[in-house]
Each structure stands twice: as C-alpha cells, then as structure tokens.
C-alpha cells in the first residue's frame, strides 16, 4: 500500500489506517526528518523478527532506536536520567538526534540482549509522530538499506515502494527524503559523547 501524506496536516483517517497496520504486526517504511525509515510497533515480536532478517542482523546485536512521539515516553523505556541530560534531550528534540540511554526493565527483551541501552529518536516530522501518537507506544526504527547506492531509491517514496513493497505493508509519501542520518549521542558514560555526526548542530 502507498499512501500519501502532508507534514503540516496529516489525514487522520489514513493515520488510523497505518495504526491499524502497524497493530497486526505490519512494517512501515515512513518519512523523518532525515531519511526515510523501516519500522514496526515495538510490542509485536514477528514484526521485530522480520526487520532484523531485512537488515540481515541479530535482534540483540542490533543498533535498533524507538522513534517517540514526545519526551512523555521517556521514562517508560529509560533509567532516571541527570537533569543536565534531560535539558539536553528537551532542547534538542524534536530533531535529527537519536539519544542513547541506559534502558528500564520495560524495554522488549528481545531488544535487550547483553546490551543494556536503547536509543531515543523524536523527529521534527509530523507525520511519523502523528502515527506513533496514535499507536500508543514507539515503533522500532531502522533506515532503509540501500545496496546498490542509487540515491533516487532511498529518497524518492515512490521508488522506495518500486524497490520494497514486498517487505513493508505501507510505503507513506512524505515527500523527498535525505541521504544523511541523524546524530547519536551517547548519554549513558559519565561524559555526552557523539558517536555518529550526521544531520543537525547539538544545542548544548
């Protein structure tokens, strides 16, 4: 399925529809503000299973983030974290930035493994945010793999749904997307450490 939204107001009803999708254990690859992603609600195991086979990794090993609608989910799937941190987390999001904090006791198992963090991503797209809104808990969040290096096919929505519409239940057009990804700071050690430097400018 390929469905087209609009940033600034997206249809509540084709929301409800990709919700609905994502709650049978459906895969959807959507817009952020970086670029596109393939994700799945985080609560249904065979929908886990089947991105990890995609992206030819180990769930356990696996550098998986959860794209929040808002900061109130925060302390669902983290340990309490520094007021300094929180301000920092508060002032950059929603933005192009996947924070990495130590992981509660409510995080998936399967997610967990030895590891015991999870990233936190909240893009500034409406879009995507709507739908995690709606679903009432994050969606697992991966960017499209693009093997061959064509850029057109992981920023064009239609030949993003040309080249995998057999893996995602929903392809969502948001528009072009970009080529370079979001920056992961990592806020578990005693000091803030970027470990990826991709889009956007950490507002310290």
């Known amino acids: 399925m390929f469905i087209r939204l609009y940033n600034e107001n997206p249809n509540p009803r084709d929301i409800r529809k990709i919700v609905d999708v994502l709650h049978d254990g459906g895969i959807i690859i959507y817009p952020t503000d970086t670029v596109y992603g393939l994700g799945c609600d985080i609560t249904s195991v065979k929908a886990v299973?089947?991105?990890a086979r995609f992206k030819g990794i180990n769930i356990e090993k696996s550098n998986f983030s959860f794209i929040c609608s808002d900061?109130?989910?925060l302390s669902d799937y983290?340990?309490?974290?520094?007021?300094?941190?929180?301000?920092?987390?508060k002032k950059n999001l929603p933005g192009p930035f996947?924070?990495?904090?130590?992981?509660?006791?409510?995080?998936?198992?399967?997610?967990?493994?030895?590891?015991?963090?999870?990233?936190?991503r909240v893009p500034n797209n409406n879009i995507i945010r709507e739908i995690v809104a709606e679903l009432g808990n994050p969606i697992l969040s991966t960017s499209i793999r693009d093997e061959d290096?064509?850029?057109?096919?992981?920023?064009?929505?239609?030949?993003?749904?040309?080249k995998y519409q057999d893996i995602a239940d929903i392809v969502i057009d948001g528009g072009y997307g970009e080529l370079i990804p979001s920056t992961v700071i990592d806020c578990t050690g005693d000091t803030i450490e970027i470990i990826r430097k991709g889009k956007g400018v950490l507002d310290y």
Not at 81 to 87: D, E, G, L, Q, R
Not at 153 to 162: A, F, K
């Open 49 to 51: 299973e089947k991105v």
């Open 71 to 73: 900061l109130s989910h």
């Open 78 to 89: 983290t340990r309490p974290i520094s007021n300094s941190v929180f301000k920092l987390i």
């Open 98 to 120: 996947t924070f990495i904090l130590d992981a509660n006791n409510n995080v998936p198992r399967y997610f967990k493994g030895k590891k015991k963090t999870v990233g936190i």
């Open 149 to 162: 290096e064509i850029v057109e096919y992981t920023t064009d929505p239609e030949l993003i749904y040309e």
